[in-house]
């Protein structure tokens, strides 16, 4: 006698049919790889954006106010975090939905890149967020002396407000559901 196993059963048509319908939904995260290629072409926007505001800023540094440098430099870390912004989205959502990235061919890739869990990416985006809408809130307290709206100024403190409150909401119920923020697990 031979220990060798029973030869598998056939499938019936509706396990077949089953298993088709799973692997098409598996494979259709890869349709999303075509959203975060296009992230990608967005950072070039971002970039010749912030090549013409630091131009601007340089050309008119001699003549400008204190107060007009600050916003230029609050400009330009304004699109710097909205690139992070991008690449957190493009890298933690690719390795999330799409697939794993294997850095052991990139030693000069960042920890974090492969390490982002879905609870991690929305802290991270919400953190972005937060900083950018400070930026802009920053950005119109300074212009108040050349006749800034005061309604306008109301809603963005109050909109950034609203993400702030957001960002802690969403931290603590990540806390409370167990994840506790660790960007370390959760593929």
């Known amino acids: 006698m031979t220990d060798q196993p029973d030869p598998p059963k056939p499938l019936s048509s509706t396990k077949r049919i089953e298993r088709g319908f ?5 494979n259709s995260r890869w349709l999303m790889a075509p959203f975060y290629f296009g992230l990608v072409l967005s950072l070039l926007v971002l970039l010749y954006k912030f090549v013409v505001l630091l131009g601007e800023l340089i050309l008119h540094a001699t003549l400008a106010k204190e107060s007009d440098i600050i916003l230029g430099v609050l400009s330009l870390i304004d ?3 909205t690139g992070n912004l991008v690449l957190i989205v ?6 999330n939905f799409v697939s794993r990235i294997d850095p052991r061919d990139h030693p000069d890739w960042p920890e974090w890149m492969t390490k982002v869990d879905f609870a991690g990416l929305k802290q991270k985006l919400l953190a972005s967020i937060v900083a950018i809408s400070a930026i ?4 119109a307290f300074m212009n108040l002396d050349t006749g800034y709206d005061s309604t306008k100024l109301g809603w963005l403190i109050g909109i950034h407000l609203v993400f702030v409150v957001s ?3 969403m ?9 506790g923020g660790d960007d370390k697990g959760g593929h």
């Open 167 to 169: 960002t802690l909401v």
């Open 171 to 179: 931290a603590l119920s990540d806390r409370w559901g167990g994840h």
């Open 79 to 81: 699109v710097s975090l």
């Open 90 to 95: 493009v890298f933690s959502g690719y390795e």
């Open 136 to 139: 802009q809130v920053l950005k």
């Open 22 to 26: 799973e692997t098409v939904l598996f």
